[in-house]
């Protein structure tokens, strides 16, 4: 079931057009217009190199992603306590 509107401008002579050819093949204005968009859409993801090349930099990134193996589970929560020891320990000579 179709329930979402969308609506745009255009000039004149091609609404006319648009509405000559719906008539000649006896659909509705709609239809044509889906058709088109829906072939639109699937020539277009063919033809957008960059949105690979996305995916094999997201894919080469998220090789690099993760945790950190230290043992230790609550180490974010314990990083500003050791860290100040450390650096206590250090200027304390």
């Known amino acids: 079931m179709k329930t979402e509107v969308y ?3 255009l000039s004149g002579e091609l609404k006319s057009d648009l509405e000559r050819r719906a008539r000649l093949h006896k659909v509705p204005v709609s239809a044509v217009l889906e058709t088109a968009v829906r ?5 277009s993801d063919a033809e957008v190199p960059e949105d690979e090349a996305q ?3 997201q894919a080469a990134a998220a090789n690099c992603l993760g945790t950190l193996a230290s043992g230790n589970a ?4 314990t990083a ?6 450390r650096l206590r320990r ?3 000579r």
């Not at 609550?74 to 929560?77: L, P």
């Not at 500003?80 to 020891?85: I, S, T």
Request: aromatic letters at 8%; hydrophobic letters at 35%.
């Open 7 to 9: 609506s745009w401008r």
């Open 39 to 43: 072939d639109w859409l699937k020539h």
């Open 55 to 57: 995916r094999r930099l």
């Open 74 to 77: 609550r180490r974010a929560e």
């Open 80 to 85: 500003r306590d050791v860290l100040r020891k």
């Open 90 to 92: 250090r200027h304390a």
